[in-house]
């Protein structure tokens, strides 16, 4: 019998962990050259536009003009009514007339504005003006919004499995100390005790051989049920060969007789991998105080990182701001002043948009669990209730 060599163990290893963790990646991968592609594609459009005085531009200028004149003609009287009136002349401004396209349509503008599409932040300070721009950010949306809920349910599923463990492992460690606190002086002992005589009193009953069968059968002809002889030998037949035959290795036989079965295998198991997504956050339980305590913790490293790059923010802004984004919210009333700086903070982003939509799935089951709680408290209420006759 012809032997075929086997890789080495190392080999194998690494190609195990490869395609285990290249579903992840895959997905990780296909979201990075979307945004990238999207910053080529809107920058080449909204940044190449031609800017176009308006009417509206024009009319902004004159009453803007109006208004200064205005103010130099007597300036003590009309200090207040000038405030009110540039206010509101401004409100009617449009931001884009005072903003070259080029400067902001660059490349990390562009992957700003893409990165805030697919994640339905939409900060609202950086839209597309063309037509063209309209129409392809929301086929972009239309895709990339899919895109990074998949990555966001499979990030969900590695994220719950260390959260899952994590907390276990602290629950079995808690459960150990106050054992070691509670087992001491006579408790200990008695338990030892009583473990031994639990040891001593288990038997072991190994599987029966043929002539044993046979002798407590004879003793069992006397019950009022009887087996024929060819019932009973196809029987012990059967069992024997269930005892007696050795197990066999299935994949070592592929293996050696056909390669590409067991490569087979390994593209089921990817595969099954693709379609375990979303099961490990669906499995998670941890109590939704430690959820909040984990997402609070997570904005504040954020907060006391982000005024070192923008200036015009305290603490409590940043912490605003984290808050508005991970929860894509996106009011748009905190600004950025250097977006391509906070374009290193994206995998922050994806991370911390996940512990967020752990919490508010573990916030949605409680609440399910508690409206349940509630129509069967109410259901049991207005139940109405068995009337006892007298015969």
């Not at 916030?363 to 009337?387: H, T």
Request: glycine share 4%.
């Amino acid at each position: 019998m012809a032997t075929t060599s086997q890789p080495p163990r190392g080999k194998t290893t690494c190609k195990k962990i490869f395609w285990a963790v290249f579903p992840h990646a895959c997905f990780i991968l296909s979201l990075v050259i979307y945004a990238f592609l999207g910053a080529l594609m809107f920058s080449h459009i909204e940044g190449t536009r031609e800017v176009s005085v308006n009417e509206e531009y024009r009319t902004f200028l004159q009453n803007l003009t109006f208004l200064a004149r205005k103010l130099s003609d007597n300036v003590t009287e009309n200090d207040k009514m000038f405030k009110d009136d540039i206010r509101e002349l401004f409100n009617t401004a449009d931001p884009v007339w005072f903003i070259n396209p080029e400067d902001r349509w660059n490349f990390f503008g562009s992957l700003f504005f893409c990165c805030t599409v697919f994640t339905t932040v939409g900060y609202g300070n950086t839209y597309p003006v063309t037509r063209i721009g309209k129409y392809l950010c929301m086929l972009y949306a239309l895709f990339g919004i899919p895109l990074m809920f998949l990555v966001l349910t499979d990030m969900g599923d590695i994220l719950a499995t260390v959260l899952s463990k994590s907390y276990n492992e602290f629950r079995k460690l808690q459960s150990k100390i106050l054992a070691s606190k509670l087992c001491s002086g006579f408790t200990c002992s008695k338990r030892n005790e009583l473990k031994s005589r639990a040891q001593s009193k288990i038997v072991i009953n190994e599987p029966l051989t043929i002539m044993e069968l046979l002798r407590s059968q004879s003793g069992m002809r006397q019950g009022p049920v009887k087996y024929r002889n060819v019932e009973l030998f196809e029987m012990l037949i059967a069992r024997e060969k269930e005892n007696t035959q050795p197990a066999r290795n299935k994949s070592m036989e592929r293996w050696s007789s056909c390669p590409e079965l067991a490569r087979e295998k390994t593209v089921s198991r990817v595969i099954e991998n693709f379609d375990k997504i979303g099961k490990e956050l669906e499995k998670l339980d941890v109590p939704i105080v430690l959820m909040v305590l984990v997402i609070f913790v997570y904005i504040s490293c954020a907060a006391a990182i982000l005024p070192n790059w923008e200036k015009n923010m305290d603490f409590q802004e940043a912490f605003y701001f984290c808050f508005i984004t991970l929860t894509t919210i996106g009011f748009g009333d905190t600004k950025l002043e250097h977006p391509k700086f906070f374009l290193f903070f994206s995998l922050y982003i994806m991370i911390g948009m996940e512990i967020v939509f752990i919490a508010f799935k573990l916030g949605q089951d409680r609440l399910i669990i508690l409206y349940k709680k509630v129509i069967s408290f109410c259901a049991e209420k207005n139940m109405p209730s068995k009337k006892i006759y007298p015969k």
